[in-house]
């Protein structure tokens, strides 16, 4: 068959900070490749409709896939899936990716016959046996983690073996396009998959389950020597939770001397119990450090379910410093938030030195606060669950919230961006330059066009044409966990949260030491 993997078009944050291949997709094409198909990757972050439909007037495929990890892409799938199915009928139509695990039902409404199936979960797992009944005209709802408008199929598995996946990178074809900040351009990879954390607000282990499966430090170092691009972006939820899985890919990558800078993203706590991981790394190339730290005072920390205090965040920063690493932080803003408090935040965020990054508390499916969160949703419109607007009642009148909001983020983004920052970074400007790579000097400059309170107001009076279905009426005590994993838990051997002390506890080391 010839199947045509699309990713749709970049965010808000996409526009100014980062843009990064599609990794998930280029995984699931991957292995629909290797089943034998013939397939197209088309990446909207960086090709437009235009080029898309002109594609597929063109090559005519067979089957078209979507990746719909962000909520906030949904309708522009929707759209696209109606457009080419009304051209081609007889083409199969199908979504996989995070956040349509959560919504499948929603989205093939919404599709009205032009979706043909959801595929929740791990794409990898069951994308071919998916195509191979397609291609026999059998049955799909055999089929692990397939939604159709008539019924559900299996619950999705897991890949066997993360070690036997290699992304279709080859696939694309823009990758100088790919960047994050001065590692321009940039690759990404995946060290390990899942999170054994449980943060209220995010939605990364109730797709996994919980688990975290790491792959092996030889298959990560050989594939980190087939990229081409000098850096590399680590995708994983929360890099190095295993200090001797970290190690051994550190010395693996020492041993064959790749020559690369990093970005990762982590947690506070993994820094300080792996100190020496990360000693070893920014040795081998970590420069970048993204650190979900979301609040500033206990109460925070606590009703995200952090599982970390602030000590330990602040101790984190102080060694991350020490190794000369440039750490990013996250805040999230509660639409709750006053002037007082979001000056308070300004005045914090100026004492550091770190990159902050704000982000607006929302509630996704498959969050726990979205089952929880007992305030009324202010809008269903899929393209403001971006986490950049506020679908909760602001208590500030929503022009003010997001001028706040928005001014809050200029200031802290004033150390990084625009005149300030070119005077520490000129050199490396000029040299990506040199190189024809555009990205990183073009984003100096890009932050105001973005973030601008009157477009994200404007965003709010757009024309609704997809509702999201809005979460099932609980009481905050009567949530049942279990009903939001995509994948079924992942038990304790994988996990190992020590609920009682509340603090992870090292799995490897563990083993290593009998325990
Ligand atoms: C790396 C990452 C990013 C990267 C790059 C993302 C990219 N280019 O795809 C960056 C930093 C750019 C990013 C940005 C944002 N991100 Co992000 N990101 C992640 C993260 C940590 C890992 C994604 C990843 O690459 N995983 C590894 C690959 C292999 O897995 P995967 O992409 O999920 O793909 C698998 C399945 O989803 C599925 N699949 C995917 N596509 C398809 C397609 C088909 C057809 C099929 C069958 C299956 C399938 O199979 C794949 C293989 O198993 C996830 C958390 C998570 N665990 O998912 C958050 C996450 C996806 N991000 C999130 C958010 C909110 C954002 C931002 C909106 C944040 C912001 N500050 O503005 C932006 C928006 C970016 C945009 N698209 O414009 C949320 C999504 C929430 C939601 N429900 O919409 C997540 C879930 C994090 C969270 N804590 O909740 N992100
Ligand atoms: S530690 Fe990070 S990835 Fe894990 S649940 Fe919390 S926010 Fe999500």
Redesign the pocket.
Known sequence: MKVL?IHPS?????RVF????????E??AGVIRDAGHEVRLIDL?VESHRALHRLVQRWQPDAV?????????IPEIIDLAKLIKATRAQCFI??????V??TADDVLRHGEGAVDCV?K????AS?AALLEAVSRHDDVLRIPGVVTREGIGPPPCFVDSLDLIRPARDLLAHRRKYYIGELDPCA?I?FA?G?PWDCTF???WT??GRSYRPRSPEVVAEELASIREPGV?I?D?VAFVHADHGLAIGNEVQRRRIRKQYYL?TRGDVLLRNKEVFRLWSKIGLKYMFIGMEAIDADGLKRFRKRIDLDQNFEALEFARSLGIMVAINLIADPDWDRERFAAIRQWCLEIPEIV?I?VNTP????EIWMREQRPLTSLDYRL????HAVLPTRLPLPEFYAELVHTQQVLNRKHMGWAALRNVAGIVCQRLLHGQTNFARMLWRFNSVFDPRLQLADHQREVRYTMSPPPRVTAQRVDMKRLYVHGPGGRRTRRIDDATERFVDQTRMENEGG
Do not use: K
């Not at 970049?10 to 996409?14: D, E, K, Q, R, S």
């Not at 996704?364 to 969050?367: A, D, F, L, Q």
């Open positions: 993997a970049g965010l808000m944050y996409t980062l843009r990064l291949e599609p990794l998930g997709l995984m699931v972050q896939c979507f990746s719909g990890n962000y909520l906030a892409n199908f979504v996989g990716g995070h956040s695990s959560f595929l979960g791990e794409g990898e994308v990404s995946e998959r999170c995010c939605s990364a797709f996994y972006f995708v939820d993203e990054n982000s996704y499916p498959g969050t669950y971006d986490i950049q």
